[in-house]
């Protein structure tokens, strides 16, 4: 049943009806009458203050949620935002300690001085580029290289002029060659390329080139200006052959060249 607070006024007024309808004149009667009216009115002030400070209990209650509610929704917001903060600073250390493991695998990977692949880099790939060679039938060729009279220039320079022209050499055959030859220094001012997918006829053609842009560039350094020339030996991988006994002839043909007065190409 739907309940209002004019209730018990609507009873009230009925009651009054009621006893003026059965009105007579006799004083006692009417004294009844309104003193039963007073009461019906008290009753009825009675249960509006009751009423009043139920509702006013529930606006409390009320007010009380409210404010519990804001101060878990103030706190929850203080969790997400320090989630938030968390989650980022647990990216930046991810992006950090990937740049560190990318650096360190470069770094155990790369020659320090020249930025190619340092001997035991270039010898791992060599051997996978062997592999490759025997399982699909193609022709893989190698280059050992090796600057000429490299120690008179660092008796006559200095050391620190001898690093730059290692590191000019190495920028010589960075730009000399394609994407998938392989570039590394098997030490001092020995280099070695690995040239995938190549014969003998067209290895010989890329050492040549490379020789001879290798004698036109110009070194400058400590406020002297010079050449330097390079003697290559360079090898087909023939059947059945090993990485090693590869890099062996072409070794041996680079000092062929070395003793046919250097600056020259020879094939093993």
Known sequence: MEYSLFDHEKKVIERAEQLVAGLVCDPEEIKACLVNLIDTFRQSYREQHRLIRVSDRQQEQLRLV???????????????????????????????????????????????????????????IFEDEIRRAKRTGHPLSFMMLDIDRFKTVNDQYGHAVGDQVLRHFAGVLQGSFREIDVIGRLGGEEFGVILPDTSAQNAAVVAERLRSIVESREIKAAGNTFYITVSIGAAQMKAGESGYQ???????????????????VEMA
Request: charge should be positive.
């Open 66 to 124: 409210k404010e519990e509610l804001l101060v878990k929704t103030k706190l929850l917001e203080r969790q997400a935002n320090a989630m938030k903060t968390l989650n980022e600073d647990l990216a930046s250390e991810i992006a950090f300690r990937r740049r560190a493991e990318e650096e360190l695998r470069i770094m155990a990977n790369t020659d320090a001085l020249t930025g190619v692949n340092n001997r035991r880099r270039f010898l791992e």
């Open 246 to 264: 590869l890099i062996a002839r072409a070794d041996a043909a680079m000092y062929a060249a070395k003793q046919s007065g250097r600056n020259r």
